[in-house]
Nanobody, 122 residues
Framework: HVQLVESGGGSVQAGGSLRLSCAASRYLFSGSFCMGWFRQAPGKLREGVATIDSDGSTSYKESVKGRFTISKDNTKNTLYLQTSSLKHEDTAMYYC????????????????WGQGTQVTVS
């Protein structure tokens, strides 16, 4: 049974920072899995924020480059998203997700999802 549980969301003023965590099943850290953070604001489609492959390579949505950092700790089975210089438009429910890597490709579709953690920037 694969689980992903997000935490670390909250309310913050513009310019502030939050570190989101995603505690995941050890299974997702023992093989070749692509993991990522997504977000969905009210009335908008879900969008990808950042991904990290099993080899540590990362990719980011253009609007968060330089402000967000995705990382993972294989010893703690945890995925992180460090956010900084938060803007009102970053307000959304943030989800972590995972999918087996395939031929060096790390991206949608993702098969495993968490329940989300809310980030509100005022």
């Amino acid at each position: 049974h694969v689980q992903l549980v997000e935490s670390g969301g909250g309310s913050v003023q513009a310019g502030g920072s939050l570190r989101l965590s995603c505690a995941a099943s050890r299974y997702l850290f023992s093989g070749s899995f692509c993991m990522g953070w997504f977000r969905q604001a009210p009335g908008k489609l879900r969008e990808g924020v950042a991904t990290i492959d099993s080899d540590g390579s990362t990719s980011y949505k253009e609007s968060v480059k330089g402000r967000f950092t995705i990382s993972k700790d294989n010893t703690k089975n945890t995925l992180y998203l460090q956010t900084s210089s938060l803007k009102h438009e970053d307000t959304a429910m943030y989800y972590c997700a995972a999918e087996p890597s395939s031929g060096g490709y790390c991206g949608p579709p993702f098969g495993y999802w968490g329940q989300g953690t809310q980030v509100t920037v005022s």
